[in-house]
Structure formats: C-alpha cells, structure tokens
Antibody
Framework: QVQLQQSGAELVKPGSSVKISCKAS????????MHWIKQQPGNGLEWIGW????????KYNQKFNGKATLTADKSSSTAYMQLSSLTSEDSAVYFC??????????WGQGVMVTVSS | EIVLTQSPTTMAASPGEKVTITCRAS?????MHWFQQKSGTSPKPWIY???KLASGVPDRFSGSGSGTSYSLTISSMEAEDAATYYC?????????FGGGTKLELK
C-alpha cells in the first residue's frame, strides 16, 4: 500500500534552515509528482511546489522562490524540502502529497516546524 | 493566481439535513478537487475532477459545477461528515486552495 512517511517535528531558530523528508513506499517513486503544501495553525492550505523524482524537475509557487528547495533521492525513494532563512511566518505544518493519475491521492502525516528563539 | 472563495466559511447541520458547500473561482477552471480534513490529521482526497468520488467516500456526497462555480453536496448529513472541506484547482498555475468550510454537527 502507498505510504508517505515524513520526518519528525522540528524546533528551529530564526534565520536558520531546516530540511524535512518524505519517504515513499508502495509505488514507483519516480513515476509520480510529489507536492509540498503548507498549513499554518488554524489556517488553510497553501501550495509550495512540486518535484518530479523521475528527472528532478521542479516547479515552485513564486511566493516560495528562495524559501523552499525541493529535491529527491531516487535510491531511497525520499523527497526532501529545505526551508531557509526561517521566520515566525514559516511556523506551520508541512505536508508532502503524491499527485496520482488524476488528483492528490496520498498525503504524508505532516511535519510541524516551529520557529522560535 | 486564481483565488478560490468558499462559502460558507462555517456552518452547522443537523443529522439528515442536506448540505451544500460552494467554491467560486476568480477565473474559469476546468475541474475542481475537494478534500476533507479532520482536526489533527492530514487532508483526505474526497472528490476529484469535479464530480468523481475518491475511494471509500460515501455516495451521499456529490460534486458538481463548471467554469467559476463549483459545489460539494451532502444529501443527508451524518455525524462522521463533520470536518473542514477544502477545494483545490490545478487548471492554472499555481495550484490554489480555497480557504476551507468548517462543517459542524448541530
């Protein structure tokens, strides 16, 4: 069965960077886009970008250019998102999600990132 | 970017009541997708390509719409349907979500 297992919660200092992971299993990792989505406490969902692990192509929401960097390791079927120059506005839950044939069909459990000194 | 506006933002329905949630797009989109999210959990795919139910979704749910106006309807509210529902468009870059509709049980 398809599973997206994300890394654990992070407490990080303002100005620093953090890299979170999303390990995929149960399907061919290189055949589907992996999307990343932000959810701030009590707020809605915001699309960050996607990566196609088959060739590493990425596409970002312009709002997150320079903030988020998406990568993928085919050997371990793991997608990564690095967030840089963190501020309190980056405190949120971050989801990875697979775009299947027609729609987002699987989500990771989410990673809570807290930016605090 | 296309802005999706959901209405209402919050509502309460009694068991057996019909529920309709609307998602309006600032420009025309080809399809709308819907997700259900319960507190502390990941969103679940609910309706895709405007009107197709995701796996496991009860058939009391339906989706419809075109252009700039889409809706999710529950024919008869049940307790387990209490959740927040989000619409999503991917017709235009970047993909955007609606602000969500919180549906509570009355």
């Amino acid at each position: 069965q398809v599973q997206l297992q994300q890394s654990g919660a992070e407490l990080v200092k303002p100005g620093s960077s953090v890299k979170i992971s999303c390990k995929a299993s149960g399907y061919t990792f290189t055949s589907y886009d992996m999307h990343w989505i932000k959810q701030q406490p009590g707020n809605g969902l915001e699309w960050i970008g996607w990566i196609y692990p088959g060739n590493g192509n990425t596409k970002y929401n312009q709002k997150f250019n320079g903030k988020a960097t998406l990568t993928a390791d085919k050997s371990s079927s793991t997608a990564y998102m690095q967030l840089s120059s963190l501020t309190s506005e980056d405190s949120a839950v971050y989801f990875c999600a697979r775009w299947g044939v027609y729609y987002i069909d699987y989500w990771g459990q989410g990673v809570m990132v807290t930016v605090s000194s | 970017e296309i802005v999706l506006t959901q209405s209402p933002t919050t509502m309460a329905a009694s068991p057996g009541e019909k529920v309709t949630i609307t998602c309006r797009a600032s420009s025309s989109v080809s399809y709308m997708h819907w997700f259900q999210q319960k507190s502390g959990t990941s969103p679940k795919p609910w309706i895709y390509d405007t009107s197709k139910l995701a796996s496991g979704v009860p058939d009391r749910f339906s989706g419809s719409g075109s252009g700039t106006s889409y809706s999710l309807t529950i024919s008869s509210m049940e307790a387990e349907d209490a959740a927040t529902y989000y619409c999503l468009q991917r017709s235009s870059y970047p993909p955007t979500f609606g602000g969500g509709t919180k549906l509570e049980l009355k």
